[in-house]
């Protein structure tokens, strides 16, 4: 059975950092990218960033280009997601994800995704 659980999420001040962690386990994960996702009050689930489990390559979407990190310790199966400088506009709720590289997959988009964690709320407040 696989599971992701994600933790670290919390209040933080703008301009602020937090690191959140994904512990995935029940399958390897070699041949999927292993990716962040948020979703706002109101709003849809967008992609953030994802990671080649196998390789280590990484893609983020344009509003976090800079900002944020993603990194994954094979060891310990985590994934990680440094997050500085926030913003209000950062605010959500963050899950974890698994997409498996496929034809037809597209790691940044939600259909494609095999494996959700519950999320873990980041709130960016003064």
């Known amino acids: 059975q696989v599971q992701l659980v994600e933790s670290g999420g919390g209040l933080v001040q703008p301009g602020g950092s937090l690191r959140l962690s994904c512990a995935a386990s029940?399958?390897?994960?070699?041949?999927?990218?292993m990716g962040w996702f948020r979703q706002a009050p109101g709003k849809e689930r967008e992609f953030v960033a994802g990671i080649n489990w196998s390789y280590g390559s990484t893609d983020y979407a344009d509003s976090v280009k800079g900002r944020f990190t993603i990194s994954r310790d094979k060891a310990k199966n985590t994934v990680y997601l440094q997050m500085n400088s926030l913003k209000l506009e950062d605010t959500a709720v963050y899950y974890c994800?698994?997409?498996?590289?496929?034809?037809?997959?597209?790691?940044?988009?939600?259909?494609?995704?095999?494996?959700w964690g519950k999320g873990t709320l980041v709130t960016v407040s003064s």
């Open positions: 029940g399958r390897t994960f070699n041949g999927y990218v």
């Open positions: 994800a698994a997409t498996q590289i496929t034809r037809s997959s597209s790691y940044r988009n939600v259909r494609s995704v095999d494996y």
